[in-house]
């Protein structure tokens, strides 16, 4: 069932998106902590047991972490589309405005 199409109210239209943007990170960060996870898992049961041999799930999780910090930011600090959105929005506003007046 898909209610996208239902929203016609440009605010609720955009909640939905920023719904649709926090839920796409949860997904995200479970599939990271999974992986992750098992990554490390492996790496702790394999190979021999001398504490010098290198972690290199460290790789993984620093890469993949960085880019679960821009779907962070994307998803929760940063929500609107972008500034392009916010600046047609702004114009539209204003010519609004003028006709008004």
């Known amino acids: ?34 992986v992750v996870g098992f990554l490390w898992a492996i790496w702790a049961l394999t190979g021999d047991r001398d504490d010098r041999r290198f972690p290199w799930p460290i790789w993984a999780t620093l890469g993949w972490g960085i880019g679960m910090i821009f779907h962070y930011l994307g998803a929760y600090v940063f929500p ?22």
């Open 80 to 101: 609107r589309e972008n500034s392009v959105e916010k600046e047609f929005e702004k114009l539209k506003q204003t010519k609004t405005d003028k006709k008004i007046i």
């Open 1 to 34: 069932m898909n209610n996208e199409n239902q929203i016609n109210d440009p605010q609720d239209r955009a909640l939905w998106e920023i719904a649709k943007r926090r839920a796409s990170f949860k997904r995200h960060l479970l599939t990271y902590v999974v």
